[in-house]
């Protein structure tokens, strides 16, 4: 007797579009208003997916990240009539909190739902985005790390001790880098455009103390594309990963590094997208029973955003691959990843 394949899930809120960050803000409701959209399709609707109802993050939760000064500047904002500008760039309206607390707790949920195994991966469409929150303050669009919350809670609350964090946005993820960067049980990976906000993510930003060699950066020049990014996360990224051997991926899904988004300087096309994310899905099947959930953070051209949750969606919910063979190295593509790479050895047979 044969059994239905376990569902993707896929879990956002309403709630996240009553952060409002004022007009000309590239960090603006309209991202989510496209996603819940597509999200709403028949082509969307046509698969097997888990409709998950977010949940905010628990207190406790967002504590083992963040400063209690740091959630009581955020809270302090709740209901004020005008904004709160938390820095230069990153904006607080009357119910910012609350759709920052409940975009943790999508986070938070999704991994629950994997780690139960009631799901076999999933997808949470986020905002406000995270990676740039550092465990002391808000920053850079970002007011509470919510991938860094669901790591450290996958860990506290059910019961895992290695999880790895793999971050494609075009902006280093220094928040979340920050948070594990002492912490031997977190593998952060990312690439990014460099140099470039936040101006941290250098090659030889590999850890410190315990934490050393589980902080790898792959810092790229502007106007890089599929060919090395997809040389990068197929064939270098599964091969730390095997080392590793993490029991959850959480991916930091940045979708600015495509072509033509406002504020990135990549050339990444859908189909580069789609082979990122094979790759991370069929690393998740050989390495942790599939479980690996996509977070939304940055990209900012709405026509981009539909493409890539397209793409990321079709590699959650294929049938999985977990013995096709990784590529080959590619030198010629991997030139642009040439610091990070030499960087990685010190520590990975890659």
């Keep these: 007797m044969s059994t239905s394949p376990r569902p993707t899930a896929l879990v956002t809120d309403r709630l996240f579009l009553e952060h409002l960050t004022g007009p000309y803000h590239p960090e603006r409701p309209e991202r989510l208003a496209t996603l819940l959209e597509w999200a709403d399709s028949s082509a969307v609707a046509a698969l097997n997916l888990r409709r998950l109802v977010a949940r905010d993050a628990p207190e406790d939760a967002i504590l083992a990240v963040h400063s209690e000064a740091h959630l009581s500047a955020v809270a302090a904002t709740s209901g004020q009539e005008a904004a709160a500008h938390l820095d230069a ?65 996958a860990q506290r609350a059910l019961g895992l001790d290695r999880v790895a964090i793999l971050d494609f946005d075009v902006h280093h993820g220094n928040g979340t880098q920050d948070a594990f960067y002492t912490d031997p049980t977190v593998l952060f990976v990312s690439s990014h455009q460099f140099p470039f906000y936040p101006g941290t993510g250098s090659a030889r930003e590999v850890g410190r103390d315990a934490g050393r060699g589980t902080t790898l950066n792959f810092p790229m020049r502007a106007g890089r594309g ?70 939304l953070e940055g990209g900012y051209d709405l026509d981009n955003l539909r493409a890539a949750a397209d793409a990321s969606l079709a590699a959650l919910t294929e049938p999985p691959s977990p013995s096709a063979p990784l590529p080959e190295l590619n030198p010629v593509a991997l030139t642009e990843a040439r610091a990070g790479l030499e960087a990685a050895r010190a520590f990975f047979r890659v």
């Design 89 to 153: 760039d990153t904006v607080a309206s009357a119910q910012s909190f609350h759709a920052a607390v409940r975009a943790a707790g999508a986070v938070v949920t999704a991994v629950e739902d994997v780690v139960s195994g009631r799901a076999r991966n999933a997808f949470a469409l986020v905002r406000p985005p995270g990676h740039h929150a550092v465990p002391q303050a808000p920053m850079g669009f970002c007011l509470f790390n919510n991938v860094a919350i669901a790591a450290r809670h």
């Design 226 to 295: 599929d060919a090395e990014y997809v040389a990068l996360w197929t064939a270098v990224v599964p091969r730390v990963l095997e080392q590793f051997a993490p029991q959850l991926l959480l991916v930091s899904a940045g979708f600015d590094l495509m072509d033509g988004d406002p504020l990135g300087g990549m050339g990444v096309t859908p189909r580069g997208i789609a082979d990122l994310a094979r790759a991370l899905v069929d690393s998740a099947e050989r390495l942790c029973g599939g479980r690996v959930v996509f977070a």
